[in-house]
């Protein structure tokens, strides 16, 4: 879903950026905490990850997410939960 969306041009840029800048930051050796830290390390990808894909759920749109997502319809309504967006 997120190559979809990060080339679907109909998409905000705003939205693409956010995607290409998480993959930046995932492939960077530089983190908020470094991972030799137990736990912490990897907590703190986490918890960029789940902020970033909120981020573009949300600002992607409802009609985007249905038409990129590959899943079920369960998961569907799931990602729609944890981003907070409304479904039906």
Known sequence: MLRRLAADPD???GVRVRLWLLLGY???PIDL???VI???GYADDA???ALALRSVARHAGPEAL???WPGTPD???AVRALA???GP
């Open 84 to 86: 907070g967006i409304p």
């Open 47 to 49: 918890v960029v990850v």
């Open 75 to 77: 998961g569907l309504r």
């Open 26 to 28: 995932l492939l960077s």
């Open 38 to 40: 137990p736990v912490q």
């Open 11 to 13: 998409v905000p840029r």
């Open 33 to 35: 905490v470094p991972d």
């Open 66 to 68: 249905d038409r990129h």
